[in-house]
Structure formats: C-alpha cells, structure tokens
C-alpha cells in the first residue's frame, strides 16, 4: 500500500464511535521493548541498527495473523512522507528525525503501529477510538506475546524491562488518553486540572505527543514513570482520573449554555462561517475553529454535521496530507489556499443541503 492510499482513508481510532467519544478522540497505549542481544540505539552501530530492523522483520513475518500488515521503510522516506505519518499519529517524530535503519509496521485499520528503531528497538503502539483502555490495553498484550515468542527482550528480573529512557523501565509502557476540552479552554480552568494531574504523576502533552503544543484545545494525558507498577497499575491510574475531567469539561459546557448561550452560538457560528468561506487560511487556525465546530456539534448548536467529518478535517488539513491528497509539494502560501479549498469542499456540503 502507497502512502497515498493512506490518505484517503481515515484511521479507525478517527471515527468517533468509540466511548465518550464527544470528548475523548482516542485512547493509545505504547510498549518500549529492545532485543537482548544488541546494545540501545544510541549505541548501536548502523550495522546494529540494520541487524534489529531485519530481526523485527522476520519477527513479524512469523506471524500468521499479520500477512496483510503494511510496512514502510522509513529511513528511504523523503521528509513530506515521513511527515505525513507523523500528523496520521502512526510514527513518533523522533522516528521521523532519527537517522540510519528504521521502519513501521501498520495494521490495515491503523488501530496499531510498530515502529523499529525509535528511541528504543520497538515502540509498539495501539489507539482506539474513545475511551477504550481495557480494550487497547488486551491489544497490546497480545502483540508484545506474539513478537516475544520470535524475539528475545531485554528484561531484568527485579527491574523489569530495560529502556533507553529510564522513566519506562519496568512495563516500558505509556498509557495516554487525547481529549478535546475546550469548554475548559474557554473558562479558563484547563491550568487548575493541569495542576492537579501533575500532582497525580500524570503528564500533559499536546496533540503530537511530548515537546508539542496544545493545538485545538487537544491534550494527551499519560503516565509518567512505569517503573514499580504493573500494567495494570498503569491503566487503572489514568482510566480512573479521565471520567473525573470528562465530568469537568461537562459542566463547563453546561455553564457556557446557561450563561453566555449566546456568546456561544456566535462563537461557534462564527468559526464555522470563516471555515465555510475563507479564501486563505492557516492549519493552526484551521485547528482552532474546528475544535469551536466540533463542540457545537456535540452542544446541538450545529446540526446535519458529523463528528467522524470534523475528525477527519483535523487530520487532512494538515500540511503533509494536504500535499498528499493534492498530489503535488506546496509552498505554505499555497497550501493554505488549498485548505481553504478542501474546507469549502467538505463543509458546504452541508450548507447546500439545507
């Protein structure tokens, strides 16, 4: 499979069916593992690192239920691809940077991706649409049980599994939830939860991960340490604090509606408005009046759109998949025409309805 098709289509964990899915875009688990037979790869020579690529490979090869998995070398990928698995979520953008032998498996519903090479060998990820920890969660089990079977990994038996980063030895493992807040945003109460998660031991993040910004009023919320807890130690403590701010973005909602209706409705009509008819338009305003239409969508103010549309509007407006979609490299000045011309395409589909 081309990149290309990739493109076109829309990641199962973009769908927006899964629970809480109003306010919860995805649920992403990622294991950190290496082989036991090679040094980490910030000491591994190249020949090291072509030597686990092609372990992982025939790791993968050896396993009947993955015949159809799509593979990408990313190392042969020029910075426009590598970039578009970056904005699909199904590469970190330390894989995209780092240079010599890495690749990506990626199941053909991108609900998982194995990445070879990052900042550890493998960084097996699972993302579910909603909140659905107990089901990536028995995912990812049984992915890191198929690969262990063909491969040996580093493991300590008092420390538990051995990682580059030392925050991760023990599980190696990374639960994170992405939420969409922007009633929080709005009433300026999304630093007070911050605060409070963080004294939890939970980090924030924004919607590419760690060193990334809050873009859209999305934000990634994740362990940070994994050593001295069990896996499901680590599911548990993030499953049981993500109800407690999805109630807290609920009644920030419920208190714009009782108390400035009206502003909201301008607010989000507004934001829809310029999406509509915007000539030129830049993908971090795209992203910010989005994620307006996207809870008046869900607060009633917006009717005949879906919610699986404007998921799939946050991902193909951005730089790499517009180029991808058009077929041609763009300048930003063009690319942001473009956009303007692929949100008018999308969205005035509902208007010429009505």
């Known amino acids: 499979m081309k990149l290309e098709e990739l493109a076109d289509r829309c990641g199962e964990w973009l769908r927006g069916s899964g629970p809480q899915s109003d306010i919860v875009i995805s649920s992403r688990i990622r294991l950190a593992r290496n082989l036991a037979a090679f040094p980490f790869i ?9 030597a686990v690529d092609r372990a992982f490979r025939d790791a993968v090869a050896a396993v009947e239920e993955w015949k159809d998995i799509i593979f990408f070398d990313v190392n042969s990928l020029g910075t426009l691809d590598r970039q578009f698995l970056v904005e699909r979520q ?6 995209s940077e ?13 609900t998982f991706s194995l990445m070879i090479n990052e ?3 493998l960084r097996v990820q699972v993302m579910h649409s909603g909140l659905d920890l107990t089901a990536a969660w028995e995912q990812i089990s049984a992915i890191d049980d198929a690969l262990g079977k063909n491969v040996s990994f580093a493991f300590h038996q008092r420390l538990g599994y051995l990682t580059a980063c030392p925050t991760n030895v023990g599980t190696g493992m990374r639960v994170s939830v992405m939420l969409h807040l922007p009633a929080l945003v709005i009433t300026q109460q999304i630093e007070k939860v911050f605060r409070s998660l963080q004294k939890m031991g939970l980090a924030v993040r924004g919607l590419y991960g760690e060193g990334s910004q809050a873009m859209g009023d999305f934000y990634q919320i994740s362990n940070q340490i994994t050593l001295g807890s069990s896996e499901v130690d680590l599911v548990k403590q993030v499953g049981e604090v993500i109800p407690v701010i999805i109630d807290y973005e609920r009644q920030a909602r ?5 108390e400035s209706r009206k502003d909201l409705h301008d607010r989000v009509s507004r934001a829809f408005g310029i999406l509509c008819t915007a000539q030129t338009i830049s993908s971090e305003e ?3 009046l989005l994620s307006s239409v996207r809870m008046g969508i869900n607060m009633g103010l917006i009717q005949d759109l879906e919610i699986p549309t404007i998921n799939k509007l946050f991902i193909h407006t951005q730089p790499a998949h517009l180029q991808k979609l058009r077929g041609i490299t763009l300048e930003t000045a063009d690319r942001n025409v473009e956009r303007a011309l692929y949100l008018q395409t999308h969205l005035r589909k509902r208007t010429d309805q009505n």
Request: hydrophobic share 35%; with cysteine.
């Open 254 to 258: 419920a208190f714009l509606v009782k």
């Open 286 to 288: 795209t992203l910010h």
């Open 90 to 95: 199904l590469i970190s953008r330390e894989l």
């Open 119 to 121: 900042e550890d060998h």
């Open 42 to 50: 910030r000491r591994c020579s190249e020949a090291d690192r072509q």
């Open 98 to 110: 780092a240079s010599g032998a890495r690749s990506v498996f990626v199941d053909r519903h991108e």
